[in-house]
């Protein structure tokens, strides 16, 4: 299995993975230079400084691609390019997590609580937004 990790950070998740599932090939991406720079030794050849919204990877490079709280920091049009180039470069399976709310009352903790995300949208409009950029993977909310 192939993975690629979009916003790794330091690469802890990849780590874990290379632990519990024996010949994983990882990958992972993150906008910092400094989380690369930090990162866990171990993995630091596989992880590299890219943007979501152009991933530097051939078309199908990956059976999986993951990007848990790093999209909703783009831009409305920038998710979708960014969830574009997920489509493009995965093997069809994908799973993300976003800042999301159901309701006036989580609306306001999440836009009291959060400090980096640039689009934050109801579950429906997150929906919406998908069709638009024609992402086929899986997803889940953060909810606070």
Same mark, same amino acid.
């Given at each position: #299995?192939?993975? !690629?990790?979009? =916003?790794? &950070? $330091?690469?802890?998740?990849?780590? %874990?993975?290379?632990?519990?599932?024996?010949?994983?090939?990882?990958?992972?991406?993150?906008?910092?230079?400094?989380?690369?720079?930090?990162?866990?030794?171990?993995? #630091?050849?596989? !992880?590299?400084? =890219?943007? &979501? $919204?152009?991933?530097?990877?051939? %078309?199908?490079?990956?059976?999986?691609?993951?990007?848990?709280?790093?999209?909703?920091?783009?831009?409305?049009?920038?998710?979708?390019?960014?969830?574009?180039?997920?489509?493009?470069?995965?093997?069809?399976?994908?799973?993300?997590?976003?800042?999301?709310?159901?309701?006036?009352?989580?609306?306001?903790?999440?836009?009291?609580?959060?400090?980096?995300?640039?689009?934050?949208?109801?579950?429906?409009?997150?929906?919406?937004?998908?069709?638009?950029?024609?992402?086929?993977?899986?997803?889940?909310?953060?909810?606070?």
């Amino acid at each position: #299995s192939s993975v !690629l990790d979009i =916003g790794c &950070a $330091k690469g802890f998740m990849l780590y %874990d993975m290379t632990k519990i599932i024996p010949g994983i090939s990882i990958k992972g991406i993150d906008i910092s230079s400094y989380a690369i720079e930090n990162c866990i030794d171990e993995i #630091s050849e596989y !992880l590299q400084v =890219g943007d &979501a $919204k152009e991933l530097n990877f051939e %078309d199908n490079s990956f059976d999986l691609c993951i990007s848990v709280t790093t999209i909703h920091n783009l831009e409305y049009n920038d998710c979708i390019k960014a969830l574009r180039e997920i489509n493009r470069v995965s093997k069809n399976k994908a799973f993300i997590t976003v800042d999301a709310y159901r309701n006036y009352e989580e609306k306001k903790r999440m836009f009291d609580w959060n400090l980096t995300a640039k689009t934050i949208l109801h579950v429906d409009d997150w929906r919406e937004l998908f069709d638009k950029a024609n992402y086929t993977g899986d997803y889940y909310w953060f909810i606070p």
